[in-house]
């Protein structure tokens, strides 16, 4: 569903990301981890065309998507939120989710159907009316979740979706992701976080970052066994 | 018209252009966009309407004439401009002032206008209404996900190209018919649209507020009240100019967020 090969984007003589590579079929959850700089939400904003790619390839269902404008991309299904939570700060929760679901084509009552059952999968239901500047932050990052779920986008990228979760949200969150990959049809799920330990039981497999380069790609196991990652991300801890 | 009802009829008439104008300006300001010349596209439209009611056109004929040139007028902008960012865009649109220092017409007492303030106050109104439904409506919902934040429009699908070019096109379009109307103005003259029409429109969406499509309309009639009143008339630009520089300063969601607030409350 997301096929990433040896992507690279440059920034002048700066390389953000080398030659990375992933692939993400339909019921997978695909994690990828690394500290701030490492090139997670460039490898993001490449997938969802925010970045031209200088090498390499990335395809969304069948088709390659170099060269196409970010719009265009979601349309052919791809759904993605962002580091921060770019909501539309001056619409209500409701009016956030249902901008979610132009990516449909559908009548403007399943349109309200989806975002509503988007929201309620998220615990928002009772917030639906309020304007979103009035959220905590860990609710904010729902609204946006919810709006890239109201899509229906069979492939979705997720930058640090679980960040600014407290507790009781992580324990909604992390199965309603998993849930969502593994529902009949699937959906390939990319997520981003700091902390290779959020991909714990979470994600399938796991890519890591280091100065935009991968230095590990495999099973959360396998990657937490290996020797680059602990010496260049995990520390000292994870040693012992 | 009697004499008595005359100011009256003037209020009346501003009230209506500045409104339309203002609209149009609003209009393309919810795409995140800052329009310094939509009255240009109201000078085109009376530049196009004017000759034609000259040599006898019938009036509904040539208003709606000049609305359509106004309003491809308008694309044709939209379409260059659409892709530029905020600050390019507003700079931009200055060169629009080009066009009103440009275009001529006969004037009123050449065109032995006779008009009625009545038609252009009710297309104002009824504009006002039409924006407020579009606002409601899914493209009015899409304009202002691309004004609230571009980045996250695109990743729902939304092209922002084109929400603008077809903003930008409805405020020329709205504006076309405050200047089709104005030339059924006694007192028309289009040169009155030389940045004073450009000032007024923007002072009537600051002053009266973004929040709402009522918002332009409130500042319309604070704008035509300056330029009718015998203490202000004389330096309505002026006065224009610094309501919006207070308005900016001391109530940036204007006259509509105070009742908008109360309403909340």
Known sequence: MIEVREASVSFGGVKALDKVSLSCRRGEIVGVVGPSGSGKSTLFDALSGRHRLSSGSIAVGDASIAGLAPHVIARRGLARTFQEDSLFGRMTVFENALAGTYLRDGAAALSSAAAHAALESLGLSERANEYVWELTPGERRRVALARALASNAPALAFDEPLRSLDESELELVRPLLRRIASEPGGRAIVISDRDVAACAGLCDSVLVLHAGKAIAYGTFDAVVRDVDVRDAYLGVEWRQ | MPHAFAPLAELFWRFGIVGLIGLGTWLVLRCGRVMLGNAAFAAIAAAATAPLVARGTPDAVAALAGVLVAAICGAVFGLAAARATSAAFALASLSLWAVELSVRAPSGPELRSHGSPAFVVAAAILAAIGAWRYALSRHGHIAAAVGQDERAAQAVGIDPVRARITAVT??????????????????????????????????????????????????????????????TKEHAAAVNAIGLLAATIVLPGGIASIFSRAARR
Do not use: E
């Open chain 2, 170 to 231: 409805l405020g020329a379009l709205l504006a076309g018919v405050a200047g089709s109307l104005s030339v059924f103005y006694p007192g028309f003259d289009i040169t009155a649209y030389r940045l004073h029409g450009d000032i007024a429109g923007l002072a009537a969406v600051v002053l009266g507020g973004v929040g709402s499509s009522l918002g332009p309309l409130a500042g319309a009639a604070l704008v035509a009240i300056a330029a009718v009143s015998p203490f």
